[in-house]
């Protein structure tokens, strides 16, 4: 996928707000939000040797009304004999091995906000879409070389001072040739806390059929604490350990993120399945 290509896509969901006419633009011209993050991942993967992925992320969301859109590029490094198949998620295949870095898959995606929308009830439902464009380098085990695509609904249940939240959902992988991936579901839920004026914590379960017939299922349990600073500013580091030989053993990051979020109250971790 060509930078060129990239552009397009951004610029034709740019095109799909825009249209909505000139008086509502002006009205409620939508809002921006920028984040950075990091993200370090290590295991064995039921092998002899130590893998270890560095996922650096930065994202640019805009959202008009009930629908935002995000372009994620990240840089990615990985060490060890493995190609990365989804560096979201830190799930491996049999690669080159050695050390190797550059740009990872850039990830496009649209929300669709309040598909179901009870505030009375504090229950919420979104849509969406996500394509991760295989630009990250296949040779170097940096990615598979091929474009993924997703849908996930997400749904938040706000109780008080507490909150329950999932996603679910399903990829369709693309097809490298020399890997035989098949499509898979994915989900995660978890709940968070308020614990004082601006800082949340909380822990979230990710599941995810591994995309090689025959490995174990990806399994992670995170926890996480959001401190929310002025000018929209919020820092959310994570902790998280993974279960079995298609999972890290360990892993640890970092959100920044500034601007104005759809909903304090939904976490943004990064280790969320395709991010949030």
């Not at 369709?172 to 709940?191: K, M, N, S, T, Y």
């Not at 995810?208 to 002025?230: C, D, H, K, Q």
């Not at 929209?232 to 360990?250: D, E, M, N, R, Y």
């Amino acid at each position: 996928m060509s930078c060129k290509s990239i552009v397009l896509a951004v610029a034709v969901c740019a095109g799909l707000v825009t249209a909505s006419g000139s008086a509502a633009w002006a009205a409620d011209p939508g809002s921006w939000r920028l984040s950075a993050g990091y993200q370090y991942t290590s295991g064995d993967y039921g092998g002899t040797q130590t893998i270890t992925e560095t996922y650096v992320p930065v994202t640019l969301s805009y959202r008009y009304q009930r629908v935002a859109f995000r372009v994620t590029v990240p840089y990615v490094s990985v060490s060890g004999p493995a190609t990365i198949i989804d560096d979201t998620t830190g799930e491996f295949a049999p690669g080159p091995g050695g050390t190797h870095g550059g740009l990872g898959d850039v990830m496009v995606s649209a929300t669709l906000y309040d598909l179901t929308n009870s505030a009375a009830a504090g229950f919420y439902l979104d849509l969406s879409g996500i394509v991760k464009f295989g630009t990250a380098k296949a040779s170097e085990g940096l990615g598979t070389g091929e474009n993924d695509y997703a849908v996930q609904l997400e749904a938040l249940k706000e109780l008080g001072r507490f909150g329950v939240f999932g996603s679910g959902g399903y990829v369709v992988r693309g097809d490298p040739g020399r890997i035989d991936l098949r499509d898979v579901p994915f989900g995660q839920v978890g709940a968070d806390v308020l614990l004082t004026d601006g800082v949340r914590g909380g822990v979230s379960f990710s599941y995810r059929t591994s995309a090689i017939v025959n490995y174990e299922s990806v399994r992670e349990a995170s926890l996480f604490v959001a401190f929310a600073g002025p000018a929209g500013l919020i820092v959310q580091p994570a902790v998280f350990k993974g279960f079995g030989t298609s999972s890290p053993s360990w892993g640890a990051g970092v959100l920044f993120s500034w601007g104005s979020a759809h909903r304090a109250s939904v976490p943004e971790t990064p280790v969320e399945p395709y991010g949030r």
